[in-house]
Nanobody
Framework: QVQLVESGGGLVQAGGSLRLSCAASGFTFSNFAMTWYRQGPGKERELVASITRDGGSTNYADSVKGRFTISRDNAENTVYLQMNSLKLEDTAVYYC????????WGQGTQVTVSS
């Protein structure tokens, strides 16, 4: 059974940090590019950061460049999103996505940034 389980969300003050994790199971993790998306209140889902299968290349939304870092551990079947210097506008549900010839989604984890 395919599963993507996000964790690490929570409530944090502006300027703070959080580290999200997404644990994968039920498929060959290293064959899939991984992406973090987010959906803020009243907004459409948007791409935050992506990483290639071997971790050799990453891509970021302009809004998070320099603040967020995506990484993966193929031995642990986990992808991470380190989020620093958090802003109010980073408040959203963050979703993990695995993509190859199929696409899998996690259930999301809430990140709330307070002033």
């Amino acid at each position: 059974q395919v599963q993507l389980v996000e964790s690490g969300g929570g409530l944090v003050q502006a300027g703070g940090s959080l580290r999200l994790s997404c644990a994968a199971s039920g498929f060959t993790f290293s064959n899939f590019a991984m992406t973090w998306y987010r959906q803020g209140p009243g907004k459409e889902r948007e791409l935050v950061a992506s990483i290639t299968r071997d971790g050799g290349s990453t891509n970021y939304a302009d809004s998070v460049k320099g603040r967020f870092t995506i990484s993966r551990d193929n031995a642990e079947n986990t992808v991470y999103l380190q989020m620093n210097s958090l802003k109010l506008e980073d408040t959203a549900v963050y979703y993990c996505n695995a993509r190859n010839w199929v696409s899998y989604w996690g259930q999301g984890t809430q990140v709330t940034v307070s002033s």
